[in-house]
């Protein structure tokens, strides 16, 4: 009766633990169709898409990121000036 008792416990404390760290996430922000081809591309002409490489996946530098971020945005922002003509 105790083990059940204690495994009882258990789950209950991770289960309150699971449910705390996904309350402390915040969901990322959805991206569009657009946004998604135009970071691809971006990532492609940097050379982080390249599976021919030994190293593949390589890591994208902060300034890379950066770059496909922005890369997104301009592709989303150019889809919000077409919607509003």
Request: proline share 5%; net charge positive; no cysteine.
């Amino acid at each position: 009766m105790k083990l059940a008792a204690r495994a009882f416990a258990s789950l209950v404390l991770v289960g309150m633990t699971g449910a705390a760290m996904a309350q402390s996430a915040p969901a990322p922000e959805p991206k569009t169709r657009a946004q998604v081809v135009a970071e691809m591309q971006e990532a492609r002409r940097l050379g982080l898409m390249d599976t021919q490489v030994e190293n593949y996946p390589r890591q994208a530098t902060q300034a890379e990121a950066e770059q496909i971020r922005l890369a997104g945005l301009k592709a989303t922002q150019g889809q919000t000036q077409l919607s509003q003509r």
